[in-house]
């Protein structure tokens, strides 16, 4: 599922809440951090997709859907997992501590999970389902172009050359 695999909401809301602290400036910063904001916000609508789906289905139609092994062990509560419904663990998460190679990832986790919704799409022809899954893909393309502009100021800062000025007794010296 969207909401909880490898490349799905809760992993990109804290990969890039975990990456803003490494970021060299505050542009880069704040763009991880209003992505992640947005990502949660992803991450409930996913939930509400899930739950109103599944809501009411009876015994025959969890079974026929093969949800019986996940009804087992959740009920029909929404949990994070993948589609195949292996559990969301840290191991989904990348955090480099160097920002170009951080964003290189971020970019690449927003076109993963931009394919994963044009999957999703592809699965049904439910307008209501449809309409935030076309939503939630265009975000990704969204936050893949952000990302992309968050990587060029923080390489034009990298490329700089940087003067650092220590004051001593209460005196600039430079």
Known sequence: MQKGG?????????????QKFTMVTP??????????????AHLEMMGTIVHQLTQGLT??????????PYYVNHGLGVYPSSAAGVPFNATCLQSKGDP?????????????ARSTYEYL?????????????????????????????????ARDYLDQQHYFFIQKNGCNTK
């Open 6 to 18: 490898a490349d799905g909401e809760l992993g990109a809301t804290l990969r890039y809440l975990s």
């Open 27 to 40: 542009e880069a910063k704040a763009t991880l951090n209003d992505i992640a904001t947005e990502e949660l």
């Open 59 to 68: 015994k025959d139609q969890i079974i026929a859907a093969g949800l019986d």
């Open 100 to 112: 170009i190679t951080d964003l290189y990832e971020d970019m690449a986790a927003e076109q993963k």
């Open 121 to 153: 799409i592809d699965l049904t022809d439910d307008p209501e389902v449809l309409a935030p899954l076309r939503f939630l893909r265009e975000r990704e393309i969204v936050h893949f172009q952000r990302f992309g502009e968050a990587l060029e100021i």
